[in-house]
């Protein structure tokens, strides 16, 4: 376990901080919550474009905030308190040698990462929900980029992540799982065969919007790193 230990403190050296000032402010953008919420948005205008009628929206909707719901009941409120494993930026033995970036410690127990499981949790329903190999490339990218502004701001160790990538993976698959349950009952089985569409009836031009907002996000984020520095 020591040995493990010191493994994980050695990788998050790797990729804890910078000493860029503008990187500093781009992390800490990317790594809000709120950066995201164009994305999200755009996702639920997909999912009520590509489906046809109300309960199909609220379940496959529902389903999504069921990862998040999930995800942070596990990770938050079950685990971090019973296994009570200081974050870089908390530990008494180490704090003070993490990158800190404005001051940003966070609270004290950051096993395992919340951020990671939210985000692949999300990234593994959407692309089953899509089955695009595009989308499920993009959503997981998206997911990591989360968890590298994590273990740069030093407030995950890298076993944080990857256990949280796992926990988040688990819960999208078994919310599909549900989802998929759900809506064979309420919905005729249908497969689409179409150059436009993906199997599961979700428009390839649909796809490319939500590519389109998550490229848009980030070069907001980037202007938005130079105005606050």
Not at 14 to 42: E, K, Q, R
Not at 195 to 211: E, K
Request: hydrophobic fraction near 50%; glycine fraction near 6%; proline fraction near 3%.
């Amino acid at each position: 376990m020591e040995e493990l230990i010191n493994i994980d403190q050695f990788v998050l050296s790797l990729f804890n901080g910078s000493s860029s000032l503008y990187v500093d402010t781009l992390m800490t953008v990317l790594t809000n919550a709120f950066t995201w919420v164009p994305l999200y948005l755009m996702l639920i205008f997909v999912i009520i474009k590509n489906n046809e009628t109300m309960p199909q929206i609220l379940l496959a909707i529902g389903c999504g905030i069921l990862c998040v719901l999930l995800t942070d009941l596990i990770a938050d409120i079950i685990v971090k308190p019973y296994v009570e494993r200081w974050r870089p930026t908390q530990d008494p033995f180490i704090k003070y040698t993490i990158d800190v970036v404005n001051g940003m410690r966070e609270t004290k127990y950051g096993f395992f990462s919340a951020h990671a499981a939210n985000t692949m949790g999300i990234a593994v329903f959407v692309s089953l929900l899509v089955r695009s190999k595009i989308m499920t490339w993009f959503m997981i990218l998206w997911s990591l980029l989360n968890c590298y502004t994590r273990l740069y701001l030093g407030v995950h160790y890298p076993g944080d992540i990857l256990v949280g990538l796992l926990c988040g993976a688990l819960v999208g698959i078994l919310v599909y799982f549900i989802y998929y349950r759900i809506y064979n009952k309420i919905s005729p089985s249908l497969n689409y065969i179409s150059t436009q569409y993906t199997s599961t009836g979700y428009s390839y031009n649909d796809i490319h919007l939500v590519f389109n907002i998550v490229m848009y996000t980030l070069v907001v984020a980037s202007i938005m790193a130079v105005f606050v520095i």
